[in-house]
């Protein structure tokens, strides 16, 4: 299975900064059809999941543009320009390259 | 609107058996594939198991493979995960999700919480 590795675990941030998480994948995640099936979704406290990002950079519906996503291979970024009270939760990444799809550990973003 | 909608949890002792359905609406429901994410209490996603869009094809996560079985009705528009041999680690809010554009997991339902203990 694809261990996926998210860094920091916990983020504290101050309202107006900049947020930052990192996703590193045991192996590439470049399918064989060339394209790179990573995903990014964020968990709201008490909600379910919801979708970010698709295919590394694809952002999906009604996600505000101050959210960003970047990367190849191994190595994938969410980036959060101004964190909003809005942004509180957890956010993982996902390959879906091959099956079984996994996750990231999660990390939780919280305010200061 | 695509809504997804789980039923079918509740407690459950070691050994028994659950089905759960997911009711799916607002898309053309034979067209997506379809698969079953858990989340423990307090910890953090798990894929548990996919179906194509015709139901022709499965994919189980090794901790499920042999107990689970994940099926679907597109006369229905109903995804269904039986549950068999049911462990204390099984328990979890157990979430349907859509396979959406490039193995995305575009849309997800509110969940059904499964607790086996005796």
């Known amino acids: 299975d694809i261990v996926m590795t998210q860094t920091p675990l916990s983020s504290p941030v101050t309202l107006g900064q900049p947020a930052s998480i990192s996703c590193r994948s045991g192996?590439?995640?470049?399918?064989?059809?060339?394209?790179?099936?990573l995903s990014w979704l964020q968990q709201r406290p008490g909600q379910p999941p919801r979708l970010l990002f698709y295919?590394?950079?694809n952002r999906f519906s009604g996600v505000p543009d101050r959210f960003s996503s970047s990367g190849a291979g191994t190595d994938f970024t969410l980036k959060i320009s101004r964190v909003e009270a809005e942004d509180v939760g957890v956010y993982y990444c996902?390959?879906?390259?091959?099956?079984?799809?996994?996750f990231g550990q999660g990390t939780k973003l919280e305010i200061k | 609107e695509v809504q997804l909608m789980e039923s079918g949890g509740g407690l459950v002792q070691p050994g028994g058996s659950l089905r759960l359905s997911c009711a799916a609406s607002?898309?053309?429901?034979?067209?997506?594939?379809m698969h079953w994410v858990r989340q423990a209490p307090g910890k953090g996603l798990v894929w548990v198991s996919r179906?194509?869009?015709?139901?022709?094809?499965?994919d189980y996560a090794d901790s499920v493979k042999g107990r689970f079985t994940i099926s679907r009705n597109n006369a229905e528009n109903t995804l269904y995960l039986q549950m068999n041999s049911l462990r204390a680690e099984d328990t979890a809010m157990y979430y349907c999700?859509?396979?959406?554009?490039?193995?995305?997991?575009?849309?997800w339902g509110q969940g059904t919480l499964v607790t086996v203990s005796s």
């Open positions: 179906v194509d869009s015709d139901g022709s094809n499965t």
């Open positions: 192996q590439s995640l470049v399918h064989s059809s060339g394209n790179t099936y």
């Open positions: 607002g898309f053309t429901f034979s067209g997506y594939w």
């Open positions: 996902m390959q879906a390259t091959e099956f079984p799809y996994t």
């Open positions: 999700t859509r396979g959406g554009v490039d193995r995305s997991t575009d849309y």
């Open positions: 295919k590394i950079s």
